[in-house]
Protein backbone atom coordinates (compact mmCIF):
# COMPACT_ATOMS: atom_id res chain seq x y z
CA UNK A 1 0.00 0.00 0.00
CA UNK A 2 1.35 3.71 -1.04
CA UNK A 3 0.85 6.10 1.28
CA UNK A 4 3.54 8.60 0.73
CA UNK A 5 2.91 11.37 -1.77
CA UNK A 6 6.73 11.08 -2.61
CA UNK A 7 6.78 7.70 -3.63
CA UNK A 8 8.14 7.48 -7.14
CA UNK A 9 5.74 6.34 -9.04
CA UNK A 10 3.05 8.76 -7.56
CA UNK A 11 6.15 11.80 -8.47
CA UNK A 12 6.21 10.67 -12.21
CA UNK A 13 2.13 10.96 -12.34
CA UNK A 14 2.53 14.19 -11.32
CA UNK A 15 4.79 15.33 -13.30
CA UNK A 16 2.75 14.15 -15.89
CA UNK A 17 0.69 17.09 -15.32
CA UNK A 18 2.81 18.81 -17.55
CA UNK A 19 2.85 18.49 -21.49
CA UNK A 20 6.48 19.10 -21.48
CA UNK A 21 7.02 16.49 -19.39
CA UNK A 22 4.55 14.24 -21.18
CA UNK A 23 6.61 15.32 -24.76
CA UNK A 24 10.06 14.82 -23.49
CA UNK A 25 9.40 11.15 -22.09
CA UNK A 26 6.92 10.09 -24.22
CA UNK A 27 4.21 9.13 -21.28
CA UNK A 28 1.16 10.11 -20.52
CA UNK A 29 -1.73 9.90 -17.62
CA UNK A 30 -4.47 7.99 -17.53
CA UNK A 31 -7.73 8.08 -15.24
CA UNK A 32 -10.79 6.29 -14.44
CA UNK A 33 -11.23 2.65 -15.04
CA UNK A 34 -12.96 2.75 -18.67
CA UNK A 35 -9.85 4.86 -20.07
CA UNK A 36 -7.36 2.72 -18.02
CA UNK A 37 -9.06 -0.76 -19.03
CA UNK A 38 -8.84 0.52 -22.81
CA UNK A 39 -4.97 1.07 -22.65
CA UNK A 40 -4.80 -2.12 -21.14
CA UNK A 41 -6.18 -3.84 -24.06
CA UNK A 42 -3.70 -1.35 -26.05
CA UNK A 43 -0.83 -2.75 -24.07
CA UNK A 44 0.30 0.28 -23.51
CA UNK A 45 0.51 0.56 -19.22
CA UNK A 46 3.58 0.49 -17.02
CA UNK A 47 1.99 1.33 -13.72
CA UNK A 48 -1.25 1.34 -12.33
CA UNK A 49 -2.23 3.02 -8.82
CA UNK A 50 -5.33 1.79 -7.58
CA UNK A 51 -7.47 1.75 -4.65
CA UNK A 52 -7.41 -0.54 -1.87
CA UNK A 53 -11.21 -1.99 -2.45
CA UNK A 54 -11.65 -1.10 -5.48
CA UNK A 55 -15.34 -1.15 -7.40
CA UNK A 56 -16.05 -3.99 -9.96
CA UNK A 57 -15.28 -1.55 -12.96
CA UNK A 58 -12.01 -0.68 -10.96
CA UNK A 59 -10.82 -4.28 -10.61
CA UNK A 60 -11.73 -5.32 -14.16
CA UNK A 61 -9.40 -2.61 -15.34
CA UNK A 62 -7.05 -2.95 -12.69
CA UNK A 63 -6.80 -6.75 -13.64
CA UNK A 64 -6.32 -6.35 -17.16
CA UNK A 65 -3.30 -4.17 -16.56
CA UNK A 66 -1.69 -6.53 -14.40
CA UNK A 67 -2.62 -9.60 -17.07
CA UNK A 68 -1.02 -6.70 -19.91
CA UNK A 69 2.32 -6.82 -17.90
CA UNK A 70 1.44 -3.60 -15.72
CA UNK A 71 2.87 -3.36 -11.89
CA UNK A 72 -0.85 -2.61 -10.07
CA UNK A 73 -0.05 -1.02 -6.47
CA UNK A 74 -2.33 -0.26 -3.63
CA UNK A 75 -2.41 3.48 -3.17
CA UNK A 76 -4.10 5.24 -0.16
CA UNK A 77 -6.87 7.74 -1.18
CA UNK A 78 -5.00 10.98 -1.00
CA UNK A 79 -2.26 9.46 -2.70
CA UNK A 80 -4.99 8.83 -5.84
CA UNK A 81 -5.50 12.25 -5.79
CA UNK A 82 -1.85 13.70 -5.46
CA UNK A 83 -1.42 11.70 -8.29
CA UNK A 84 -4.54 12.22 -10.36
CA UNK A 85 -5.04 15.49 -12.52
CA UNK A 86 -8.92 15.87 -12.74
CA UNK A 87 -10.59 16.94 -9.47
CA UNK A 88 -12.72 14.89 -8.94
CA UNK A 89 -11.74 11.73 -7.00
CA UNK A 90 -10.25 8.62 -8.52
CA UNK A 91 -10.09 4.99 -7.63
CA UNK A 92 -7.17 4.23 -10.95
CA UNK A 93 -4.88 5.95 -12.15
CA UNK A 94 -2.00 4.98 -14.71
CA UNK A 95 0.79 5.76 -16.56
CA UNK A 96 1.20 4.60 -19.84
CA UNK A 97 3.40 4.99 -23.09
CA UNK A 98 2.19 7.44 -25.81
CA UNK A 99 0.16 5.18 -27.90
CA UNK A 100 2.14 4.46 -31.73
CA UNK A 101 -1.08 3.50 -34.21
CA UNK A 102 0.15 2.79 -37.62
CA UNK A 103 -1.60 4.73 -40.22
CA UNK A 104 -4.02 2.15 -42.08
CA UNK A 105 -3.92 1.52 -46.05
CA UNK A 106 -6.61 2.85 -47.82
CA UNK A 107 -7.75 6.38 -49.20
CA UNK A 108 -7.09 8.47 -46.54
CA UNK A 109 -9.21 10.75 -44.16
CA UNK A 110 -7.57 13.37 -42.40
CA UNK A 111 -8.88 15.50 -39.65
CA UNK A 112 -6.64 18.62 -38.53
CA UNK A 113 -7.01 20.28 -35.46
CA UNK A 114 -5.52 24.13 -35.74
CA UNK A 115 -4.67 26.33 -32.89
CA UNK A 116 -8.03 24.20 -30.87
CA UNK A 117 -6.86 25.49 -27.16
CA UNK A 118 -9.39 23.71 -24.95
CA UNK A 119 -8.15 20.43 -24.31
CA UNK A 120 -11.46 18.52 -23.91
CA UNK A 121 -12.74 19.94 -27.49
CA UNK A 122 -9.20 18.42 -28.82
CA UNK A 123 -10.29 14.97 -26.99
CA UNK A 124 -13.96 15.33 -28.60
CA UNK A 125 -12.19 15.94 -32.18
CA UNK A 126 -10.35 13.02 -31.54
CA UNK A 127 -13.01 10.87 -30.67
CA UNK A 128 -14.87 12.13 -33.67
CA UNK A 129 -12.41 11.64 -35.99
CA UNK A 130 -11.56 7.89 -35.08
CA UNK A 131 -15.81 7.04 -34.50
CA UNK A 132 -15.98 8.74 -38.39
CA UNK A 133 -13.17 6.65 -39.75
CA UNK A 134 -10.51 8.89 -39.32
CA UNK A 135 -6.76 7.70 -40.89
CA UNK A 136 -4.73 10.43 -39.03
CA UNK A 137 -5.23 13.12 -36.99
CA UNK A 138 -3.25 16.28 -37.18
CA UNK A 139 -2.43 18.66 -34.11
CA UNK A 140 -0.81 21.80 -35.14
CA UNK A 141 1.03 24.48 -32.69
CA UNK A 142 -0.89 26.44 -30.49
CA UNK A 143 -3.50 23.30 -29.97
CA UNK A 144 -3.67 21.99 -26.50
CA UNK A 145 -1.84 18.75 -26.37
CA UNK A 146 -4.10 15.55 -27.39
CA UNK A 147 -2.32 13.56 -24.63
CA UNK A 148 -3.06 15.44 -21.73
CA UNK A 149 -5.16 14.11 -19.08
CA UNK A 150 -8.24 16.12 -19.74
CA UNK A 151 -7.86 15.38 -23.53
CA UNK A 152 -7.51 11.50 -22.99
CA UNK A 153 -10.78 11.36 -20.70
CA UNK A 154 -12.56 13.37 -23.51
CA UNK A 155 -11.53 10.78 -25.84
CA UNK A 156 -12.14 7.79 -23.74
CA UNK A 157 -9.84 5.41 -25.63
CA UNK A 158 -10.34 6.87 -29.10
CA UNK A 159 -6.41 8.09 -29.22
CA UNK A 160 -5.62 4.49 -29.07
CA UNK A 161 -7.15 3.86 -32.43
CA UNK A 162 -6.02 6.63 -34.75
CA UNK A 163 -2.57 7.93 -35.43
CA UNK A 164 -1.90 11.39 -34.35
CA UNK A 165 0.90 13.29 -35.14
CA UNK A 166 2.32 16.93 -34.86
CA UNK A 167 2.66 19.51 -37.84
CA UNK A 168 3.34 22.84 -38.02
CA UNK A 169 2.11 23.20 -41.48
CA UNK A 170 0.95 21.32 -44.54
CA UNK A 171 4.03 20.57 -46.35
CA UNK A 172 5.04 18.72 -42.41
CA UNK A 173 2.67 15.99 -43.64
CA UNK A 174 4.06 14.83 -46.61
CA UNK A 175 4.02 12.28 -47.76
CA UNK A 176 1.37 11.50 -45.00
CA UNK A 177 -1.12 13.76 -46.91
CA UNK A 178 0.56 13.58 -51.14
CA UNK A 179 -2.69 14.04 -53.08
CA UNK A 180 -5.03 15.08 -50.38
CA UNK A 181 -7.85 17.74 -50.62
CA UNK A 182 -8.37 19.65 -47.58
CA UNK A 183 -11.24 21.65 -47.21
CA UNK A 184 -12.03 24.26 -44.16
CA UNK A 185 -14.52 24.21 -41.73
CA UNK A 186 -16.20 27.70 -41.62
CA UNK A 187 -19.38 28.95 -40.80
CA UNK A 188 -19.67 31.38 -43.71
CA UNK A 189 -18.84 28.25 -45.71
CA UNK A 190 -18.80 28.42 -49.82
CA UNK A 191 -20.01 24.73 -49.83
CA UNK A 192 -21.87 22.43 -47.76
CA UNK A 193 -20.75 19.58 -46.27
CA UNK A 194 -22.73 16.86 -48.16
CA UNK A 195 -21.78 18.70 -51.13
CA UNK A 196 -18.64 18.06 -51.39
CA UNK A 197 -17.23 14.29 -52.55
CA UNK A 198 -15.55 12.85 -49.33
CA UNK A 199 -14.90 9.45 -50.95
CA UNK A 200 -11.46 10.42 -52.23
CA UNK A 201 -8.29 11.73 -50.14
CA UNK A 202 -9.81 14.55 -48.26
CA UNK A 203 -9.26 16.40 -45.17
CA UNK A 204 -10.84 18.56 -42.84
CA UNK A 205 -9.11 21.32 -41.43
CA UNK A 206 -10.91 22.74 -37.84
CA UNK A 207 -9.64 25.96 -36.38
CA UNK A 208 -10.19 27.59 -33.47
CA UNK A 209 -13.26 28.84 -32.65
CA UNK A 210 -12.33 33.01 -32.20
CA UNK A 211 -9.45 33.02 -34.57
CA UNK A 212 -10.39 30.26 -37.05
CA UNK A 213 -7.73 28.49 -39.13
CA UNK A 214 -4.33 30.11 -39.45
CA UNK A 215 -3.33 31.63 -42.98
CA UNK A 216 -0.73 28.59 -43.82
CA UNK A 217 -3.21 25.68 -43.60
CA UNK A 218 -6.01 28.11 -45.23
CA UNK A 219 -3.80 28.30 -48.20
CA UNK A 220 -3.41 24.80 -48.54
CA UNK A 221 -6.94 24.15 -48.40
CA UNK A 222 -9.05 23.91 -51.49
CA UNK A 223 -12.22 25.40 -50.05
CA UNK A 224 -14.43 26.39 -46.53
CA UNK A 225 -17.11 23.67 -46.37
CA UNK A 226 -19.76 24.03 -43.09
CA UNK A 227 -23.17 23.07 -42.01
CA UNK A 228 -26.09 24.94 -43.29
CA UNK A 229 -27.99 26.38 -40.42
CA UNK A 230 -31.54 27.77 -39.88
CA UNK A 231 -31.96 31.37 -39.75
CA UNK A 232 -30.89 33.28 -36.74
CA UNK A 233 -29.41 30.19 -34.82
CA UNK A 234 -26.50 30.51 -33.41
CA UNK A 235 -23.56 28.68 -35.32
CA UNK A 236 -22.40 24.91 -34.06
CA UNK A 237 -19.11 24.85 -32.50
CA UNK A 238 -16.15 23.72 -33.85
CA UNK A 239 -16.57 19.66 -32.60
CA UNK A 240 -20.12 19.23 -33.46
CA UNK A 241 -19.85 20.72 -36.82
CA UNK A 242 -16.76 18.31 -37.17
CA UNK A 243 -18.55 15.61 -36.49
CA UNK A 244 -21.38 16.41 -38.66
CA UNK A 245 -18.82 16.72 -41.60
CA UNK A 246 -17.04 13.52 -41.11
CA UNK A 247 -19.79 11.40 -40.20
CA UNK A 248 -21.03 12.36 -43.58
CA UNK A 249 -17.54 11.65 -45.29
CA UNK A 250 -18.09 7.99 -43.45
CA UNK A 251 -21.94 7.80 -45.05
CA UNK A 252 -20.35 8.60 -48.15
CA UNK A 253 -17.12 5.78 -48.34
CA UNK A 254 -19.87 3.39 -46.50
CA UNK A 255 -17.81 3.21 -43.24
CA UNK A 256 -20.79 3.18 -40.86
CA UNK A 257 -23.93 0.50 -41.77
CA UNK A 258 -26.69 2.07 -42.89
CA UNK A 259 -30.37 1.44 -41.57
Not at 2 to 13: C, D, E, K, Y
Not at 117 to 138: E, F, H, K, W, Y
Not at 143 to 166: E, Q, T
Not at 240 to 253: H, K, T
Amino acid sequence: MITSVRNPQVALARRLHRASVRQRDGLILLEGPRLVLEAAQAKILQAVLVADYPKPDVKLAADAAAEAGARVLAAAPHVLAAAADSASRQAIVAIGRRPQVATPSGTPLILVIDGVQDPGNVGTLVRSGAAAGATLIVRTPGSADPFGPKALRAGVGAHFRVPIHDAAEPNDLQPLAEGVDLYEASANAERAYHGIDWTGPRGLVVGAETRGVSSAWRAACRGTVGVPMEHGVESLNAGAAAAVILFEAARQRAAIPQS
